[in-house]
């Protein structure tokens, strides 16, 4: 059945601007880094994505490495996207990032010219795309110059493959000088994808305040901690869960302890204080910051996407 959206999908979400940028982003983004691959139903995928849509999720976060195995969630997106979503096409930000490994040999991964401009062509084939709205240097790296990093990315948008560029997980000075360069360059950086949660709070302070200063929009990634800011441990661990799957551990070295779980239904019932759920709360305290332009959210299932609009 064709895709139709619902025609309210603007009236709830509220849009915020994106550093000194033109641009606005959702409140609320969609991260296809999990159950989106190859091995996940395409008709559980496709729901997600058009009920996130109707909700006025216009921003949808993909990278090369995305999916089991890597490059299938840009596959799985590229087919559901030519089905529903072409004819919205000027309605969506589509990002996508490159720095992990993709392929072997030395050309396979990091921040050099060759891997960035190649992973991004690759990319573009697997979602037939004809450009990214945002591209990301994946994470700093710390064999290939910074100006040869921003170089590449500044190519890319010059050469048509994408609109903005922005980076991910770099610390404050990397930040800063990888924002002069890129200014330099005539390629503002537009925005930094950082990990922040009330466990995880190392862009407080320093980061946040480089991002100001410079004009840096910021959207975080595992607001809810990979699911430990929800209720989905509060009481067991779900065997199809990601925790359940593999032992309770996580990554970034998360672990679903007693000791974290302890805190999180000590939160819970401050949210419920406060007539949210937990997972609302928590993307309630990283929005808080006026700086932060969205927060990136997973989701396996429809009502997740639903329970923390």
């Known amino acids: 059945m064709d895709y139709l959206p619902d025609e309210n999908r603007y009236e709830q979400m509220v849009y915020n601007r994106c550093g000194a940028s033109g641009l606005k982003l959702p409140a609320l983004s969609l991260g296809l880094w999990y159950n989106f691959g190859s091995k996940d139903p ?4 496709r729901a997600i994505l058009r009920r996130s849509f109707d909700l006025g999720i216009t921003h949808f976060d993909l990278a090369n490495n995305y999916g089991a195995p890597p490059g299938s969630a840009e596959e799985t997106f590229g087919t559901i996207f030519k089905q529903d979503f072409a004819p919205y096409r000027d309605e969506l930000i589509i990002s996508n990032k490159a720095g992990y490994l993709m392929w072997p040999g030395p050309y396979g991964e990091w921040g050099s010219r060759k891997y960035l401009v190649a992973s991004c062509d690759q990319s573009l084939k697997r979602t037939g ?6 591209f990301y240097s994946h994470r700093p790296d710390p064999h290939t110059p910074l100006e040869e990093t921003m170089s590449a990315l500044d190519f890319i948008v010059r ?3 994408a609109l903005y560029v922005g980076i991910s997980t770099y610390s404050p000075q990397q930040t800063h000088d990888a924002a002069e360069i890129l200014r330099d360059l005539g390629t503002p950086c537009l925005i930094h994808q950082p990990r922040y949660n009330m466990f995880d709070r190392w862009i407080e302070g320093a980061l946040l305040e480089t991002l100001k200063n410079c004009g840096i929009g910021c959207i975080c990634f595992s607001p809810l901690d990979q699911g430990i800011l929800t209720d989905k441990y509060l009481e067991v661990i779900p065997g199809e869960s990601r925790a359940g799957k593999y032992k309770n551990k996580l990554h970034w070295g998360d672990e679903v302890t007693p000791e974290r779980v ?13 007539q949210q759920t937990l997972a609302q709360m928590a993307i309630a305290w990283v929005l808080r910051h006026p700086g932060m332009s969205s927060a990136l959210i997973g989701a396996s299932q429809v009502s997740q996407v639903e329970g923390i609009e």
Request: proline fraction near 0%; hydrophobic fraction near 35%; charge should be positive.
């Open 262 to 274: 302890g805190k999180a239904v000590k939160l819970n019932e401050v949210a419920r204080k406060r």
């Open 159 to 161: 050469s048509g493959r």
């Open 129 to 134: 795309l004809d450009y990214f709205d945002i």
């Open 42 to 45: 395409l008709e559980n995928c």
